[in-house]
C-alpha cells in the first residue's frame, strides 16, 4: 500500500493501478522514468484518465498542458508539485468583471471594424475578454485588440496583401487569434478559420489534411504557430495562390499605413462547414450578414454589458466565433473564454467559471450537457452558485428531452434555474442564429398525439395522460428580421402544426458557399428561401425540429409514421421491446411495402410463426390495413441510435440490400483454394517459389490495373454512400482476378444498428480485404497521418474516413466526439483498435478510445478476425505473396456501463475474443 504522506509513492500508485487495469503484464514495468504511451501503453484517452485519477487523488486541477507535457511518472510528479488546489479557485468569487454600462452601442455601425473601432474609442480599457486558464486569468482590453490588430494588418499589407485576399487563420484560442482575425479585416482581406495543431510533430500532417480548405478559398497568407514554417514549401505546393506562411510575430514592427475601409457587402469571413470531405463548403458571410446576425441575437436574448459571457467553443468554428465572442464584442460584454482542451479535460471547468465570474450567460451542444448531467462527480459541483446564470443555449446539434431534464434535475442543488435553459436553432448558412425561445421561458417540450402526427402530419397536443405521446423540443421563434416557414415538397407553404421542409431567410443569410457552385444550387430557393435540410413544424411561430429530410419515409403515395405500430408490436410477448421498425420500402423489381422489422430471440418454428401471425393482427388493428411483409430478425438488426431512436432509413437500406438476416445462415465461401490450385500439387520448392513469384508480379499488374479506375471512381463519386459502393464493387473484382482465396464465416450476424466493428490488423492488406467483404456502409477510423497524404488522404476524406489524432490529446479527444457522434447518428466504424501491425505474428495492446466511446453511448462492438493476410503481404516487404483469407465474424459485446471501468471491461473482452478469431499469439502480456 503507497505510503499516504509520500507523493512519489501515492503518483506511482495511481500509475499502477490504471496499467494494471488496462495492461496487466506491464504493471510491474511502472517506474518514475517509464515512458507512458511507448512503454506502459497508455494511448491519448488513457492519459486523460490518469489525470482525472492523479487530480482526484491530490485533490489538485493539473494544467491542460498536463496531457501534452508529461511524457512519465516523473514529469506528472513535477506537475502536481506545481498545481493548485482542486476547488480553491473554484470557490472564490472574483472581482466583478463588469465596470459601469456601457453609453449605447455601434448600432450606426455597418462592418465589424467600426464596431471594434467604436469600442475602443469611448471605453478602450474596459475588458473585453477575460483569458480563463491555469496559470491565472488574463485580462485583454479593447485598446489592446485594435492596437494587436493594427499591426496585423500594417504587416499584413506590407507584404502586398490586397483586398478581398483570403488569409486562413490556424491558431489556437487566445489573443493571437483575436487580434489575426480583426488584423484580416482592417487589411480589407477576408479571414478563413480553421482548426490549430496541437504538437509541433503534427505540423505536417495538419497543414496537408486543410489543403482542400485552402485550395478552395485561394488563400494568400497563412497566419499559424512558428512550427508550420518548416513545412511551407510543401503546402505551397498543394495550394496555388499561397504566398506565404506567417506567425504573429513575423507581422510585427511595420509602419504601412492602412488605407482600406471596409463595406458592408465585404465578405467578412469563409466559415467551412464540411473541409474533412473532398468537396470543402465555405458559407460566404458579409459584415451585413454579421451584423445583422449579432443584432437580431442580442435583441431577443436581451444581452446588455452587465451580461456576463462564458464560452469554451473553438474560436474556429461560428457558434463560439461568432455567438460568443462577436456578440460580446458589439455589445460590450466580458468574455470569460477558456480552450476546448479545458472543457474537455475536465468539464467541471465550465461551471466553475460561471460560479467564479457570476457568469450570465453560456452556449454549448447538447452533449456538453449532457457530460455535466451524467459524467461530473458530484464533489464537482459541491459549493457551486450558478443562481447568476440567465441564459443556457444548447444548440448545434440535436436537443434531447432526456437531456434537457437530466440537466436541470442535476444542477437544480447549485441554484440554476429552470428558465434559463433554451434550447436554439441555427445553421452556418444563416451565420449562426436563426431562432431563440422567448427569455425565462426554459425548455418547452411538447407532448404530440402520435396517431395524427403519423397519419395526418400533423402535430396535435396529445390528451393529458396519454402514454404514447411524442416529445417534441421548441427550440424558439424566429430572430427579428428573418423568417421561418414550412413547405412541402413542392415548395408550397403549410399552415401550423403541419410537418414539412424548413425553409428561411433574412439578412443574415449567406448569398452561397465560396467558389461550389453546385452545393449552392441546391440551397437557395425562389424568393430568398434557403433550404435548411431539416423537416419541422410551426406552433404559435416556434420552431420544432422533427428530423433531416433524408428520413422521411413514404408508401404508396401516403405519408406514414410508424410510431404507433412500433410500440404496439413492442408490446406483443417474443418480441424485444423498443427494437422493432416499421418503414416503407421497395426492394429491386418489388413494388413498395410496408415492412415490419422485429428482433426476437424466438428460435422455434411454431413459435415464430405464431409471432408472425400476433404482429400481422397488430397492424391491422393499429393501422387498419394489413403489413405488406414481416421479418423477424436477431438481436441488433434494428438500427438504433445511442438514446434508443430507431434509425428508419438504415433499416430501409439494410432491407433492401438484402443485409438483415432472419436467421443464422451458413457463411459462404468464394475462391477457396485457389492459391493451391494455380500452384498445382507435388512440384518442387523451386518451382513453387518461381510461382509465388510469378503471382507476386501478376498481383502487383492487377493493383496497377485497377488502382486508377478506383480513384477515379472514388474522386467523383457524388457522395460518401456511393463512392464506397464503387470502391467495394472494384475491390471484389481485383481480389476474383488476382485469385485470392477467400473464405467468410459470419458475416450476415452483423448487427443492424449501429455499432463499432472491430478487427485485428496484420498486413496493409486488411483494408482492400474488408472493403470487399464488408458492406458498404462502415466509415473506417485510420489514423490521421494518412489524411496528409496528396491522394489518398483525398479519396480516404472522399469515402467520409473517421481520422483520429493518436499522439495529441485535443485532437485525439475532439475526434473520438466526432465518432461518438457518428455513431449516435446511426454511422457504423471499422476500427483497428491495436492501431498498427508488424512483421511479428501476434495480437498488439489494443488502444482504448473506441471502447471508452462505445461506453459512452452504449454502441455494441462485433468483433471479427482476418487471418491470412500477414503471412500474404507482412510488414517489410511488399512482395506479395499467394494465400487464403478467411474472415470469421464472432461475439457481439454490448456496454456494460459508460464509465471508464466498463470502457476496460469491454476492451478485455473484445480482446479475448479477437485472440480466438485471429488464432495468434498475444503479444499484450
Not at 506528472?76 to 498545481?83: F, I, P
Amino acid at each position: 500500500m503507497a505510503d499516504a504522506d509520500d507523493p512519489a509513492s501515492r503518483c506511482l500508485a495511481v500509475v499502477r493501478e490504471l496499467v494494471a487495469e488496462l495492461h496487466p503484464a506491464k504493471s510491474g514495468r511502472v517506474a518514475f522514468d517509464a515512458r507512458l504511451e511507448h512503454d506502459l501503453g497508455l494511448d491519448s484517452l488513457a492519459r486523460v484518465e490518469l489525470l482525472l485519477r492523479l487530480g482526484s487523488e491530490f485533490q489538485v486541477e493539473l494544467p491542460d498542458g498536463a496531457l501534452l507535457e508529461a511524457q512519465t511518472p516523473h514529469d506528472l510528479l513535477r506537475l502536481l508539485a506545481a498545481a493548485r488546489p482542486q476547488f480553491a479557485r473554484a470557490l472564490e468569487l472574483a472581482a466583478p468583471l463588469t465596470v459601469a454600462a456601457t453609453a449605447g452601442r455601434p448600432d450606426a455601425a455597418t462592418t465589424l471594424v467600426e464596431v471594434l473601432e467604436w469600442h475602443a474609442a469611448r471605453h478602450p480599457e474596459r475588458t473585453h475578454v477575460l483569458f480563463y486558464e491555469d496559470a491565472g486569468a488574463q485580462a485583454y482590453s479593447y485598446a489592446d485588440l485594435l492596437q494587436q490588430a493594427r499591426a496585423v494588418a500594417s504587416g499584413l499589407v506590407a507584404r502586398g496583401l490586397a483586398p478581398q485576399q483570403t488569409v486562413a487563420l490556424m491558431l489556437p484560442t487566445g489573443a493571437e487569434y483575436l487580434a489575426s482575425f480583426f488584423g484580416v479585416l482592417l487589411a480589407g482581406a477576408v479571414p478563413v478559420p480553421i482548426y490549430p495543431p496541437v504538437r509541433a510533430s503534427q505540423i505536417e500532417e495538419h497543414l496537408r489534411r486543410h489543403a482542400r480548405i485552402l485550395d478552395n478559398a485561394g488563400c494568400a497568407m497563412l497566419i499559424t504557430v512558428r512550427e508550420a514554417k518548416a513545412v511551407a514549401g510543401l503546402l505551397r505546393a498543394q495550394v496555388a495562390t499561397l504566398r506565404e506562411v506567417l506567425t504573429v510575430r513575423d507581422l510585427e514592427g511595420s509602419t504601412v499605413d492602412i488605407l482600406y475601409r471596409g463595406r458592408p457587402a465585404d465578405l467578412a469571413f469563409l466559415q467551412y462547414t464540411s473541409g474533412s470531405t473532398g468537396d470543402p463548403k465555405g458559407v460566404m458571410l458579409t459584415h451585413a450578414n454579421l451584423l445583422a446576425n449579432i443584432r437580431a441575437i442580442v435583441s431577443a436574448a436581451a444581452v446588455s454589458s452587465s451580461d456576463v459571457c462564458i464560452s469554451w467553443l473553438p474560436l474556429y468554428h461560428d457558434m463560439g466565433l461568432i455567438g460568443a465572442w462577436l456578440c460580446s464584442l458589439y455589445c460590450g460584454v466580458p468574455l470569460v473564454l477558456m480552450s476546448p482542451l479545458a472543457f474537455l479535460a475536465r468539464p467541471a471547468r465550465w461551471l466553475q467559471a460561471m460560479h467564479q465570474y457570476r457568469g450570465t450567460i453560456t452556449a454549448a451542444p447538447n452533449f456538453a450537457y449532457e457530460m455535466i448531467a451524467s459524467k461530473l462527480p458530484d464533489a464537482d459541483l459541491a459549493g457551486l452558485d450558478l443562481s447568476s446564470m440567465r441564459l443556457a443555449l444548447n444548440g448545434a446539434e440535436p436537443v434531447q428531452p432526456a437531456t434537457l431534464a437530466r440537466f436541470l434535475e442535476r444542477l437544480a442543488p447549485c441554484g440554476f434555474a429552470p428558465g434559463a435553459l433554451a434550447p436554439v436553432y441555427g445553421l452556418a448558412e444563416c451565420s449562426v442564429g436563426l431562432a431563440l425561445p422567448p427569455l425565462g421561458r426554459g425548455a418547452q417540450v411538447e407532448r404530440i398525439d402520435r396517431q395524427r402526427f403519423a397519419n395526418e402530419r400533423l402535430a396535435v397536443p396529445a390528451e393529458p395522460g396519454a402514454a404514447d405521446a411524442l416529445q417534441m423540443v421548441g427550440c424558439g421563434l424566429a430572430l427579428p428580421g428573418h423568417e421561418i416557414r414550412i413547405v412541402n415538397e413542392a415548395g408550397r407553404a403549410l399552415p401550423p402544426r403541419h410537418v414539412g421542409r424548413v425553409q428561411f431567410r433574412g439578412p443574415s443569410a449567406t448569398a452561397g458557399y465560396f467558389r461550389n457552385d453546385a452545393a449552392t444550387s441546391a440551397l437557395l430557393r425562389e424568393e430568398g428561401w434557403l433550404d435548411s435540410g431539416d423537416y419541422g413544424y410551426l406552433a404559435e411561430g416556434e420552431i420544432y425540429l422533427t428530423g433531416r429530410a433524408k428520413d422521411l419515409i413514404i408508401k404508396g403515395g401516403r405519408n406514414l409514421y410508424p410510431y404507433d405500430l412500433e410500440a404496439a408490436v413492442g408490446a406483443i410477448p417474443g418480441v424485444r421491446r423498443g427494437c422493432v421498425a416499421v418503414f416503407a420500402a421497395a426492394p429491386r423489381g418489388v413494388p413498395e411495402r410496408l415492412v415490419v422489422l422485429a428482433e426476437t430471440v424466438e428460435s422455434d418454428a411454431a413459435a415464430r410463426a405464431r409471432l408472425s401471425e400476433a404482429i400481422a393482427q397488430c397492424a391491422l388493428d393499429v393501422l387498419g390495413e394489413p403489413a405488406d411483409e414481416i421479418v423477424l430478425a436477431p438481436r441488433g438488426a434494428v438500427f438504433k441510435t445511442s438514446s434508443g431512436k430507431i434509425r428508419r432509413s438504415e433499416c430501409r437500406a439494410a432491407y433492401e440490400g438484402g443485409r438483415i438476416a432472419v436467421a443464422p445462415t451458413p457463411a459462404w465461401k468464394r475462391w477457396l483454394g485457389l492459391a493451391r490450385a494455380l500452384l498445382g500439387e507435388g512440384i518442387t520448392q523451386a518451382l513453387q517459389e518461381a510461382r509465388a513469384r510469378a503471382w507476386g508480379i501478376w498481383a502487383w499488374t492487377v493493383f496497377l490495373l485497377f488502382a486508377l479506375p478506383a480513384a477515379l471512381l472514388v474522386g467523383y463519386a457524388p457522395d460518401a454512400q456511393t463512392a464506397r459502393r464503387r470502391l467495394r464493387r472494384v475491390a471484389r473484382c481485383a481480389r476474383c482476378v488476382s485469385g485470392i482465396g477467400l473464405s467468410v464465416q459470419g458475416l450476415s450476424l452483423l448487427p443492424g444498428r449501429a455499432h463499432l466493428l472491430v478487427v485485428n490488423h496484420a498486413s496493409y492488406l486488411d483494408a482492400v480485404l474488408l472493403t470487399a467483404i464488408l458492406p458498404p456502409n462502415y466509415r473506417v477510423l485510420a489514423k490521421r497521418e494518412l489524411a496528409g497524404a496528396r491522394v489518398l488522404g483525398r479519396l480516404l476524406s472522399k469515402l467520409d474516413t473517421l481520422f483520429v489524432e493518436r499522439s495529441d490529446a485535443e485532437r485525439g479527444l475532439a475526434d473520438l466526439l466526432r465518432m461518438e457522434q457518428g455513431l449516435q447518428a446511426g454511422d457504423s466504424v471499422l476500427v483497428f483498435p491495436e492501431g498498427t501491425f508488424s512483421a511479428e505474428s501476434g495480437l498488439r495492446p489494443l488502444r482504448m478510445g473506441a471502447f471508452a466511446a462505445a461506453a459512452r453511448v452504449q454502441a455494441p462492438i462485433a468483433v471479427a478476425g482476418l487471418r491470412g493476410t500477414r503471412a500474404m503481404l507482412r510488414d517489410g516487404t511488399w512482395w506479395p505473396r499467394p494465400g487464403q483469407i478467411e474472415f470469421e465474424l464472432g461475439g457481439t459485446f454490448v456496454p456494460t456501463g459508460e464509465d471508464w471501468s466498463a470502457a476496460v471491461r469491454l476492451r478485455d473482452s473484445v480482446r479475448a475474443e479477437l485472440l480466438r478469431l485471429a488464432r495468434e499469439p498475444d503479444l499484450g502480456r
